[in-house]
């Protein structure tokens, strides 16, 4: 059986030191995939917009302190404090959140968040935004939906996709319907519901 | 010809119980593996008495196939998710589920008595399905899984009657209720192993006490962080018999009797070996456990947030040390001490205390390891998170510990190159690789070019696991080590720019590997779907989040890639952003 597909075997010149590599289309202006190996900087955007970034490097010495470490440096508009990089440096979580807790210093509150019809979960870290504005829109760029306007009386009446929360006692309420600070302190889990299904909640 | 008709002449004049008898001795899968290879009658005979299994992935062949070939299966061990996950890797809900083993076993295995699980996902109703179908079951280890509640581990320590072991290390689990302890009858003394540390809340403490007060043969007992350490002592003093204990929150108000009770208790505890947890720990609570000391062969001191002073004062009393695991608040002078006192170290494991600051908090440096690696004979297993390395300094601990097995460097800024002469670390590594022969496993960090690459290809040749992030050039680097580590198993690579190239050219070598993770690299739609088309041997899961990899071009690079080899084809329980690329029976346009 070969070892290799097609030709590729006659172009792997091991002495070649002209065999480099770059991204399909980095010779063109077209803009590079989205990469999530930055998780968060402090930008408050969301994540597809949170990386114009291209994390592989290609040159040697790229060590300028203070640059985002998954950019080059000629792309790298970040802000001087370091982007943290997803999944490194390589430790656990539970070991980081030990550490965390001890320290006192803030703790990620990561949310599992679902959406009707969706066929996977996301995870957010609702410490991130400060308001319903920012967190909506996130959710809204995430999910590719549109939410609508929350408004006390109607909830979202007129919204086909309807955001809603499990609460530390189980019920489920409509994102909105508490003040910011406590739905931060109370909610477990976020469900972005089909507006029919979303009909019950939000009569209070 | 001769020769071999001897040896058939030979297999066929032992009686099978003879041969079965002989093959009991043999317990190592590869051993087994090899028997089994011999001719079709020591096969059969073989997988008639076959009691252990090891399913490295759980992907690479369904239940019914393990079931149709070891009929009489005691004990099972099943892999779920790639190694990567463990840092967040792998989005939710990538698969690793148990639940279509335990059915099928619940009906094949009447007689099973250990299940042992990483990285997989179970569920109450799994728990509870393990509970009800294996009379005889003994023995539960849950690793890095999930999906869980203490529900379902009600449902367990409710019915399992001969029950030995349940071990969570590290799982996630829906902590519900503290009293599912209580569903172990009084009636239940066979307790062995225990470790909760896992969970989040409170266990019902004096259930706990009756249980391990109960069995008399508990040798292992790990408490989780709620555990309050003023009924510390109490509990030893019930199992004064404990080999290994794991500690809750070491910290307590300040007063003399607890600290007395606690020391008095552990005077008792004759045949301590090892010891955990210290979370919280006040360092004025730390004598008490010096009588266990001298004893000690392992210690776990990775949560214990204590300054170097009061860790040397700790570890400079364990002479017996094998197994040593802390924060990096150890310091330089503190592996110094280690190096000094502990001569029977076989594994190091230093953490980082402060991982995400930009600055080094602590004076660990590269020279700590330095003194270990001098001071230490039996060294053999590393794992390291530093801020600063040297070539210099890898040249040392290479020559010092050419026994070395495992190595993981992990320095905490990537890219970092050795901070005196600004180069690569090429050199370093490659200097680990050439004198470490017998070296299993690597991770690399730093600053790297191919060229590390090429050393690990030439001299690695007992490598079995590679670890690799922000390194190298090109493909020439993913070239040498596919063509050169002749033991490869496991391959994971993050953010690193090797492409199409080095992948198609070896791509036969993938099929001799367990599995190969590749996220953040280049490697194109278009040569997934090729290796998936030409290589039916292998899964070649595309995972991207970005929606269908076919609405963009061949040649977009995937976001993370999960190639493995596997008999059962594409597995049928993916998530809605893992793609399998068919082979040519099964294509698609």
């Known amino acids: 059986m070969e070892n290799s597909l097609g030709n590729h075997q006659t172009e792997m010149n091991l002495k070649a030191t002209e065999l480099r590599l770059g991204l399909p289309g980095s010779d063109e202006v077209e803009k590079l995939p989205c990469n999530f190996s930055v998780l968060r900087n402090n930008k408050r955007s969301s994540p597809e917009e949170a990386s114009d970034v291209d994390s592989i490097s290609k040159s040697k010495l790229n060590s300028s302190n203070g640059s985002s470490h998954t950019t080059n440096d000629d792309q790298d508009n970040a802000p001087p404090s370091k982007a943290q990089v997803v999944g490194w440096p390589p430790i656990r979580s539970y070991r980081k959140n030990s550490l965390q807790q001890k320290k006192g210093e803030e703790v990620g509150m990561y949310l599992k968040v679902s959406m009707a019809g969706a066929p996977y979960l996301r995870k957010i870290d609702l410490k991130v935004y400060k308001s319903y504005s920012e967190l909506l829109k996130v959710l809204e760029n995430m999910f590719k939906c549109t939410i609508g306007e929350y408004s006390e009386r109607e909830g979202y009446n007129g919204s086909e996709f309807v955001p809603t929360y499990e609460d530390k006692d189980g019920d489920w309420m409509l994102v909105g319907d508490v003040p910011w600070e406590m739905f931060m302190s109370s909610c477990k889990r976020l469900r972005i519901m089909k507006g029919s299904e979303a009909k019950g909640l939000g009569c209070f | ?589």
């Not at chain 2, 992907?59 to 393990?66: D, E, K, L, S, W």
């Not at chain 2, 209580?182 to 066979?190: A, G, K, L, V």
């Open chain 2, 1 to 589: 010809m001769q020769q071999q008709q001897k040896v058939a002449a030979l297999s066929y004049s032992f009686p099978e119980e003879v041969l079965e008898h002989v093959f009991s001795f043999i317990d190592s899968t590869k051993d087994r593996g090899s028997i089994s290879l011999v001719c079709k009658s020591w096969y059969e005979i073989e997988r008639w008495c076959r009691r252990r299994v090891f399913v490295g992935n759980c992907y690479a062949i369904t239940p019914a196939m393990v079931i149709k070939r070891f009929p009489k299966v005691r004990s099972i061990t099943l892999k779920g998710k790639p190694h990567f996950a463990d840092f967040n890797l792998v989005p939710e809900g990538w698969g690793g589920y148990v639940c279509p083993w335990i059915k099928a076993m619940a009906v094949a295995f009447p007689c099973l008595e250990e299940i042992k699980l990483k990285r997989m996902v179970i569920s109450d109703d799994c728990l509870d399905l393990i509970a009800k179908s294996f009379k005889n079951f003994k023995v539960l280890v849950l690793i890095s899984c999930e999906g869980f509640t203490t529900d379902g581990l009600a449902s367990i320590a409710a019915n399992c009657r001969n029950l030995r072991e349940l071990d969570l290390r590290e799982s996630e689990v829906e902590d519900i209720c503290g009293h599912w302890l209580s569903h172990f009858p009084d009636s239940y003394t066979s307790l062995v192993s225990l470790n909760i540390s896992c969970l989040a809340n409170e266990v019902n403490f004096p259930a706990l006490e009756r249980l391990v007060s109960r069995c008399p043969n508990m040798h292992t007992l790990r408490l989780n962080r709620a555990a309050p350490l003023d009924k510390l002592a109490n509990l030893l003093r019930g199992a004064p018999q404990l080999v290994e204990l794991g500690t809750g929150a070491y910290t307590s108000e300040m007063r003399p009797e607890v600290f007395t009770n606690l020391a008095a208790a552990f005077s008792g505890c004759k045949q301590m070996k090892g010891l955990s947890g210290f979370w919280d720990v006040l360092p004025s609570y730390l004598p008490a456990v010096y009588p266990v000391c001298s004893r000690l062969t392992s210690l776990n001191l990775s949560y214990a947030t204590i300054q170097s002073p009061d860790l040397i004062k700790l570890v400079g009393q364990c002479q017996s040390l094998q197994r040593l695991w802390v924060l990096d608040y150890i310091e330089d002078a503190g592996l110094d001490m280690l190096a000094a006192s502990c001569k029977d170290l076989r594994e190091l494991r230093v953490f980082p205390s402060d991982p995400f600051g930009l600055e080094a908090n602590v004076a660990l440096t590269e020279q700590g390891l330095v003194s270990v690696s001098e001071g230490c004979p039996k060294l053999h297993s590393v794992l390291y998170f530093c801020r600063q390395m040297t070539n210099a300094a890898l040249n040392t601990i290479a020559r010092n510990r050419p026994n070395m097995t495992r190595f993981r460097l992990c320095i905490i800024e990537p890219r970092t190159p050795d901070y005196l002469t600004l180069q690569s670390l090429d050199s370093g590594f490659g200097a680990i690789v050439e004198h470490c022969k017998d070296l299993q496993r690597l991770s690399l960090s730093g600053l790297l070019t191919d060229r590390v690459f090429e050393h690990i290809g030439t001299y690695a040749k007992k490598l079995e696991m590679l670890s690799v992030a922000f390194a190298g050039d090109s493909d020439l680097g993913l070239h040498h080590v596919l063509s050169g580590c002749d033991n490869l198993r496991k391959l994971e690579i993050r953010d690193c720019p090797f492409g199409d190239k080095a992948l198609l050219a070896n791509a036969a070598k993938l099929e001799t590997m367990r599995s190969l993770w590749m996220s953040s690299c280049s490697v194109s739609y278009g040569a997934c779907k090729l290796l998936g088309q030409k290589l039916p041997r292998l899964n070649v899961e595309v995972i991207d989040e970005r929606g269908p990899p076919n609405l963009r071009p061949d040649s977009n690079p995937v976001e993370k890639l999960y190639i493995y080899r596997t008999i059962s084809g594409p597995r049928l329980d993916m998530p809605g952003y893992v793609w399998t690329m068919e082979d040519d029976s099964a294509y698609l346009e």
